[in-house]
């Protein structure tokens, strides 16, 4: 019941966010509005950075993810040897982000919103702006980051305080950056926390009798799941 909640929620807010005119047959230019605004402010802001600023920014974009994903390594081979939910915790984290990021894919291509670098032009940004066809709607790098940094929230509750941070960071950087509206990255970050948080909410008791009947398997078991 709770996984469909929070699935229900998702879907609620990326309704909400969404910009009007799903599937027309031109993309979507949205150059008015808060989002708008907040886009102009920031990426405006950050282009007039010195250069060093700008590959800070674009280092820590990737950067962010990267050591997220380092953190869920983390967690299942602690796990292997401590607790057999931190091994399924892990592995749900990555399921619920591996179908986040397609769910995220599919709505571009159905929302086929224009790039704010593209759409409002003439704002200077710190990165390139992706070519025509790589849609806005939703980020998929908010979708990652919010993915698996709820993931590693719920999985190990002592590192929310440094996870859920990291999750937010790697969405405001994409706007920083100039490559995302406001409503991109929240739309992102919502679609791969909940998703995520319904795959562990629904999937671990599950997840850790797996974890149980891999660690059985001789010699490979061990190697992936830890000893019983």
């Known amino acids: 019941m709770l996984a469909l909640a929070c699935l229900l929620i998702g879907a609620g807010l990326l309704t909400m966010l ?15 509005g808060p989002s708008a605004a907040g886009y102009r402010l920031v990426a405006e802001t950050a282009g007039k950075a010195p250069g060093f600023a700008h590959d800070l920014v674009e ?3 990737e950067g ?23 091994v399924g915790g892990a592995l749900l984290t990555m ?24 759409a409002l032009g003439a704002v200077h940004t710190i990165a390139t702006c992706p070519p025509v066809g790589d849609w806005s709607f939703p980020s998929n790098h908010s979708t990652i980051g919010g993915a698996l940094a ?34 991109d990255i929240t739309a992102g970050l919502a679609l791969g926390g909940t998703v995520t948080a319904a795959s562990l909410l629904a999937g671990m008791p599950a ?16 190697a992936l799941a830890g000893r019983p």
């Not at 969404?18 to 008015?32: K, M, S």
């Not at 962010?64 to 931190?86: E, H, I, N, S």
């Not at 929230?153 to 995302?180: D, I, M, Q, W, Y």
């Open 207 to 222: 997840a850790v009798r797996l974890v149980g009947l891999v660690r059985q398997v001789p010699v490979l078991g061990p």
């Open 150 to 183: 709820v993931g590693l929230a719920l999985t190990v509750r002592r590192l929310a305080p440094v996870v859920l941070p990291l999750g937010v960071l790697a969405a405001l950087l994409r706007v920083v950056a100039g490559v995302h509206y406001p409503h």
């Open 18 to 32: 969404a910009p009007a005119g799903l599937g027309g047959p031109t993309p979507l230019r949205v150059t008015q």
């Open 64 to 86: 962010t993810l990267l050591l997220l994903l380092l953190l869920v390594a983390g967690v299942w081979l602690l796990g292997r040897v401590r607790d057999p939910r931190m």
């Open 95 to 118: 399921v619920g982000t591996a179908v986040a990021y397609a769910t995220s894919e599919g709505l571009k291509a159905l929302v086929d919103e224009e790039r704010p670098c593209r």
């Open 59 to 61: 280092l820590a974009t």
